[in-house]
């Protein structure tokens, strides 16, 4: 893999837009050609964390263990954003964006931490709390998107903590949100499920931990293997072991998915050989949403449309290109 780094200036989040690297709440932005931009404005608070609507027109940023998020604009502050106290030191804040037609919507748990809900950008409407919803007990986190805006998947935890993925059609939610208490689609596997990564509109990489839910299912999924998942279909193809622990995966097509438990590596799905790795970069120790202590869990942010990851900790950004073709 190819390795680029950038020295940065008092880095606060890092967010990736085109083939630039943004600190929307530290006011600069880096080129991967070693060029700094100081930005018209900056943000104080704790903030450590940046998402960004497809367009790179909206942006969020927040503490990923806190309460507190603004919604920006071109750079440009629109409101605060908050969700609840409940356990948010333990996990990853819930939001993303989805842009259908012309409307763009972030993704969040607004009214309560098990109630997902959808709220106009622009307006604050949130079209989706209506009367009659009926939360379940669970913990929404890791939040992304489909490529096409239309599915949501959560990737995060029901007590006594359990991890599980869940994938919501966007679009039917709008339409009726008494389905975003009720995910259409989620893998029925005897293993529990603690990381996924979109592949394309049909298909997920998947990945489980030790944990045994359902003996009678473990052949789809077996503890510590990885595959993938046909969430329309509920088909699984092919569970491998990997060659070594995993933790959050980032898929960049239907054979391959990076892997950044410990230290980068990127796995080939279909044989759960590493095929590419560098153990002197410290990519943290996250494996699920759970993250209990910040600083051995650096910013990781993946371009999806370059299929580059970039690692910043302290004043220092790492940028991991594959070292092969992948198209």
């Not at 972030?106 to 106009?120: R, T």
């Not at 003996?215 to 569970?239: A, Q, R, S």
Request: with cysteine; charged share 20%.
């Amino acid at each position: 893999m190819q390795i680029q780094a950038i020295t940065a200036n008092y880095l606060k989040t890092i967010c990736w837009k085109d083939d630039n690297i943004v600190d929307w709440a530290g006011g600069y932005t880096y080129s991967l050609g070693g060029k700094v931009r100081q930005l018209g404005s900056h943000y104080a608070y704790s903030f450590n964390s940046a998402i960004s609507s497809a367009d790179g027109s909206y942006i969020f940023i927040y503490n990923k263990l806190g309460t507190k998020g603004l919604l920006l604009k071109n750079g440009q502050l629109i409101r605060e954003i908050n969700r609840s106290y409940y356990y948010a030191n333990a996990y990853e804040f819930p939001v993303a964006f989805t842009t259908l037609g012309n409307k763009t919507y972030l993704i969040h748990c607004p009214v309560a931490y098990n109630q997902l809900d959808l709220e106009d950008v622009e307006t604050g409407e949130i079209i989706t709390n209506i009367s009659g919803r009926k939360p379940t007990d669970i913990f929404y986190s890791r939040l992304e998107v489909s490529s096409d805006g239309a599915f949501l998947m959560s990737k995060g935890w029901v007590w006594h903590p359990l991890h599980e993925i869940s994938v919501f059609d966007i679009k039917e939610c709008i339409r009726n949100p008494l389905l975003m208490d009720n995910p259409q689609f989620y893998p029925n596997a005897g293993a529990e499920i603690c990381t996924a990564s979109f592949i394309d509109d049909n298909t997920i990489v998947i990945g489980s931990s030790d944990e045994i839910i359902d003996e009678d299912n473990m052949g789809k999924l077996p503890p510590n293997h990885i595959c993938l998942w046909d969430f329309k279909t509920d088909h699984f193809c092919g569970p491998v072991k990997v060659k070594e622990d995993f933790g959050n995966l980032f898929a960049i097509n239907a054979n391959y998915c990076w892997d950044l438990l410990g230290f980068p590596k990127i796995v080939n799905i279909n044989t759960g050989e590493i095929v590419e790795q560098n153990k002197e970069i410290n990519s943290g120790k996250q494996q699920s949403s759970f993250i209990s202590a910040t600083e051995n869990f650096p910013s990781i942010i993946f371009n999806r449309q370059t299929k580059q990851i970039a690692i910043a900790k302290h004043e220092k950004i790492e940028v991991l290109t594959p070292g092969f073709s992948w198209e």
